[in-house]
Structures are given as C-alpha cells and as structure tokens.
Nanobody, 117 residues
Framework: QVQLVESGGGLVQAGDYLRLSCVFS????????VGWCRQAPGKEREYVAR????????DYADFVKGRFAISRDNAKNTAYLQMNSLKPEDTAVYYC??????????WGQGTQVTVSS
C-alpha cells in the first residue's frame, strides 16, 4: 500500500519561498518517478514538475522553470519542491504523485499554497 503525505504549504507574500515535502510510505520508493501537480480554484489540475528515480535532474512546466526545483532523497523516502519567487498565480493546492514504470499513479491529499500580492 502506497501512501503519500505532503506538507510545507502555507500563506506567503509574493516573492517569498516555500519548500514542500512529500513523504512516501510503501516499498521501493526509488522505483517510482515522483511529481508535483497543482490545482487552483475553478481550474483543472496541472503538471508542475517531475523527477525520475535517479534524482539526477527534473522536468518542469514552463511557468515554473527557473523558480522551482524538484529533488528527492531516496534514503528518506521523501521528495521536495523548492518554490522560489512565488507569485499570486502560484496559489493552488499542490499534490504529490508517485508513478510506477507501469504507469500506476498514487496521489497525496494535497497541501495548500497561498501567495498574496
């Protein structure tokens, strides 16, 4: 049974930063690709970033490139999303996702990020 628990969200001002964490419970965390998606009120869930099992590099949506950084610590079964230079349009619920090679997806419950102008 895979469980993901996000934390680190909060209310910040534009230009501030936050670091989200996603703790994985289950077996073989290193075999999963891990990603972050977000959903703003009234909008569809959108892709933010992803990192493969090796953790060598991440892939990012254009609107966060240069501001966000995804990483993982396989020894701690944890993935992170460092969010810098936050903008009001980054306000959303952020969800952690773990995906197997067979494309089975697991999701966390989400953490709220609110950026005030």
């Amino acid at each position: 049974q895979v469980q993901l628990v996000e934390s680190g969200g909060g209310l910040v001002q534009a230009g501030d930063y936050l670091r989200l964490s996603c703790v994985f419970s289950g077996r073989n965390f290193k075999n999963y690709a891990v990603g972050w998606c977000r959903q703003a009120p009234g909008k569809e869930r959108e892709y933010v970033a992803r990192i493969l099992w090796s953790g060598d590099s991440g892939d990012y949506a254009d609107f966060v490139k240069g501001r966000f950084a995804i990483s993982r610590d396989n020894a701690k079964n944890t993935a992170y999303l460092q969010m810098n230079s936050l903008k009001p349009e980054d306000t959303a619920v952020y969800y952690c996702n773990a995906r197997t090679e067979a494309a089975n997806d697991y999701w966390g419950q989400g953490t709220q990020v609110t950026v005030s102008s």
